[in-house]
Nanobody, 115 residues
C-alpha cells in the first residue's frame, strides 16, 4: 500500500504561481511512476504531468511550458510547479502513484485561479 499526502493548493490570481507537493509513504519501492491529475467540475480527470522512476517525464500538451514536475527522492516527494496560472486551471489536483499492485490516489487539493 502507498499513502499520498498532497499540499500546496489554494487561491491565486491569474498569472500567479503555486507549487503542489505530494509525499509518498508505505510501499514506495513498488512505485513505477508518480504524477498529477486534475478534475474540474463536470469534467473527467485528466493527466497533468507524470514522472517515472527512471526519470521520464510527460506533460499534457496544453500545459507544457507552464507546469513543471520534479521529485526529491530523499523526501519521497513529487512537486508540481505551476506558473502563469489561468482561470481554466481551476480544479482539484490529485497525486497519483502507479505501482505493480495498482494505482493509488491522494485526497486531492483544490486550486482556484481568480481572473
Amino acid at each position: 500500500q502507498v499513502q499520498l499526502v498532497e499540499s500546496g493548493g489554494g487561491l491565486v490570481q491569474a498569472g500567479g504561481s503555486l507549487r503542489l507537493s505530494c509525499e509518498a509513504s508505505g510501499s514506495i519501492f513498488s512505485i513505477n511512476a508518480m504524477g498529477w491529475y486534475r478534475q474540474a467540475p463536470g469534467t473527467q480527470r485528466e493527466l497533468v504531468a507524470r514522472i517515472t522512476s527512471g526519470g521520464i517525464i510527460i506533460y499534457a500538451d496544453s500545459l507544457k511550458g507552464r507546469f513543471t514536475i520534479s521529485r526529491d527522492n530523499a523526501k519521497n516527494t513529487v512537486y508540481l510547479q505551476m506558473n502563469s496560472l489561468k482561470s481554466e486551471d481551476t480544479a482539484v489536483y490529485y497525486c497519483n502513484a502507479n505501482t505493480y499492485g495498482g494505482d493509488y490516489w491522494g485526497q486531492g487539493t483544490q486550486v482556484t485561479v481568480s481572473s
